[in-house]
């Protein structure tokens, strides 16, 4: 019996193999198991096409067997079988796929069959495990039996052996362990039932193993004694592969809490199928809670990866866009393209259009769920709503017409939640533009000066109540062709003809006023006028074109952007119906000089009011304490 020698691309890859292209060798067993899957495919597929080879399906099996004492784990099947030449083409030649060939004979036919193999080089896996493989395999074609055995690199050999059953057996002997491997891991049955959970708990055949269970001790109450029993490790029916009918929703709730670690019920459930380029069954999950790492660097999103029931990755960023990146589930799919270790997936046409897919189905449900379960959205709304906004916000709004409608924003209609459709569907006619306002609370918001003329006029305005909301809305500039505008900023404009020819009147009256107010300021505002916005406040501070108030404060507050001198450019505004308007044209009157004092403390008033702090605290509660002294 001559020792044959991999061909010489062959023997390149399989090097590669053990020490390169697979980056967890824990997925010897998925793969050999995926083949044992393969080979009952295609012999369940001939007793279905041939009366000359039928068999009952209960008979279609996988064993796993553990020998300790030499070390060995035999992975046998009672699949089709291989012969002679079969061994030579698929074992012999690296990356030469019985099963792609397989799958070339049913194009055209009516029966679905599911098989695993794509490559040809995941049963070279085992190697990274283990030192020898031998390969037994009879033939459900007929012939005799062979075996195929290998150490590796140095080549295989192919000879007649005994087996009277159909399907084929391979036996792995282990490598010793190392200080850094410890191959006996491998022959414990907790770690078997382990990986055949974790990888391949929904092929769709038993895959089973002889266990050790402890039972009472029929001759002793307070003892045990262990037994052996056959155990089928897998469930082989996945959840998602049953129709929806037929799943009650506790237990859609049970998986998602055992597969995907949460002690809540998630707060949506997506299951649905798609035929057609790229065919696929999805079942995602919108979790119920925040995660407590969600918005850190070390939260991992995607979605798990299957291929006909076998788990093939954990975290398949590729699938889900960021702005999605909350959801959580799994996808099935035929269809795509992985890379030669089934690890990764390819960047190709087949991802993006499944990706495509995905966000489509998950845009979907959210605007169902908005629409027909708003309590609840808005309780998702609460956990996730920054991610969706910040998907706006990403590339310069590119998404802004995906994801504006999903999102909410508190309003002083109710201070309840409203979308932007329904604010702009319930505007005055007289209303041009989407007002906000914005600060950490809706308290604080309805303290600002402007807000009693808002409500006189009743107008809604929506609560920037996040420091990003601003931003968002910056990128996107407008909804429905109508532009958002800040209470504070220096050209909002509702004041009907009769107003704006009144504030002309009064602004040319007391333009000497106003002007020696602004010289006061020494540069700090590029002017002070005539409000028409204030009702029962004096005054208030109003930003012109380009950097907002509130951009100011966040700007100073944030690390990045300290010391670099970003300010909004100021205009103070005063109420002429104010008391305090009387005083200022009495002291200007009197006494010029002392209207500096007078400014700077409205000035001063101003900021606080808006938030923003000081230059001189000492200095303004000195001023104010001289002006109350001096007070008649």
Known sequence: MAKKQFKAESKRLLEMMINSIYTNKEIFL?????????????????????????????DLTVTLTLDKENRQMIIEDTGIGMTDEEME????????????????????????????????????????????????????????AHVWISSGEDGYTISECDKDTIGTKITLDLKEDTDDEKYSEYLEEFKIRELVRKYSDYVRYPIQMEVTKS?????????????????????????WKKSKNDIKPEEYNEFYKAKFMDWEDPAKVIHYSVEGNISYTALLFIPGRLPYDFYYQTYESGLQLYSKGVFILDKAKELLPDHFRFVTGLIDSDDLNLNISREILQQDRQVKALARSIEKKIQSALEDMLKDDRENYEKFFDNFGLN????????????KNKLQDLILFRSSKEGKYVTLKEYTERMPEDQKEIYYACG?????????PVMSRIHDKGYEVLYFLDERDEFVTQIMRDYDGKQFKSVNTSDLDFDSEEEKK???????????????MKDALNGNVKEVRISSRLKDDPVCIVADEGLSLDMEKYMANDPMSRGQGMKAVKILEINPDHPVFAK????????????????????NQALLIQGLPIEDPVAYARKITDLMVSAK
């Open 89 to 144: 083409k698929n074992l012999g030649t690296i990356a030469k796929s019985g099963s792609a060939e397989f799958r070339k004979t049913l194009e055209k036919a009516e029966d679905n069959i599911d098989i695993i193999g794509q490559f040809g080089v995941g049963f070279y896996s085992a190697f990274m495990v283990a030192k020898k493989i031998t390969v037994e395999s009879l033939s459900a074609e007929g012939g005799p």
């Open 502 to 516: 009144e504030k002309e009147e009064k602004t040319e009256a007391n333009k000497d006023m106003l002007e020696a």
């Open 30 to 58: 998925r793969e050999l198991i995926s083949n044992a899957s393969d080979a009952l495919d295609k012999r369940h597929y001939l007793s279905l096409t041939s009366k000359d080879h039928q068999v009952d399906r209960k």
């Open 440 to 448: 950490s609370s809706a308290d604080e918001i309805e303290k600002l």
């Open 584 to 603: 200022l044209q009495e002291v200007f009157a009197a006494d010029p000089a002392k209207l500096n004092d007078y400014a700077d403390v409205l000035y």
């Open 388 to 399: 969706l906004k910040y998907g706006i916000y990403k590339d310069y709004g590119i998404n």
């Open 215 to 239: 039972i009472p001790d029929p001759t002793d109450e307070e003892k045990t004694i262990d037994t052996k029993e056959m155990e089928t490790l897998n469930s082989m029916i996945p959840l």
